[in-house]
Structures are given as C-alpha cells and as structure tokens.
C-alpha cells in the first residue's frame, strides 16, 4: 500500500488547512488511519486517528477542538481538517495505514507510512 499526502502549504497563524491522504489500494476501508507530525528536532508526535468506519476518532490534547479528522472511503482518502493553526503546529505530517480496523494513537500499530507533507505556519 501506499499513501500519499497532500495539502501541506505555509499558511498565517490562525489560518486554516486541509490534509488529504489518498491509499493506493483497496481495501483501503478496513483499516483505521492516523495521522503524525515530526517537527524539526522533535520526536514524531501522533496527531489524530480514526477506525475504519469512521465512528470513533481520537485527538492529541494539543489539536483536539482544532483539527478534525474524517475518511472517504469511496475514495480511499483521509482527510486532516486543521484551524486555528500556530507556530508549534509547523511539522512534516505523515498519514498512516493501521494494521487492524481500529483507531489507535500508538505509532507501532500502523503498518504504512506516507512520505509527508510540509505545513509551516508563520506567525
């Protein structure tokens, strides 16, 4: 499977932005997905996920009430809504394919990596 993100951009704090991740193959719908960030010299840092149907979805305290995170599986695609965004949300974020169907925030459950997609947000 690959995954292939989209969407990164510079964007004014405050802005908004939107993450697609587009998987190569079917059956793209049994998998949960997720989404990372590695910001420069930091750790990769889970972000949001979302199970396979779509019904449960978890957020890092530090984007919940700010992004959202959805899926199309129709269109074997994820998307990352993100608002309200600042400085500390400049990162390389990665989409992530889960071995099993459900949500997860542990980045060892997920078994395909994306290549990333740049956001900087300026100040």
């Known amino acids: 499977v690959q995954l292939q993100a989209s969407g990164g951009g510079l964007v004014q704090a405050g802005g908004s932005l939107r993450l697609s991740c587009t998987a190569s193959?079917?059956?793209?719908?049994?998998?949960?997905m997720g989404w990372f960030r590695q910001a420069p010299e930091m750790e990769r840092e889970f972000v949001a996920t979302i199970d396979w149907r779509g019904d449960r979805t978890l957020y890092a305290p530090s984007v919940k009430g700010r992004f959202t995170i959805s899926r199309d599986n129709a269109k074997n695609t994820v998307y990352l809504q993100m608002n309200s965004l600042n400085t500390e949300d400049t990162a390389v974020y990665y989409c992530?394919?889960?071995?099993?169907?459900?949500?997860?925030?542990?980045?060892?459950?997920?078994?395909?990596w994306g290549r990333g997609t740049l956001v900087t947000v300026s100040s």
């Open positions: 992530a394919a889960a071995r099993g169907a459900s949500s997860s925030d542990d980045s060892g459950y997920y078994r395909y």
């Open positions: 193959r079917r059956p793209f719908s049994n998998n949960g």
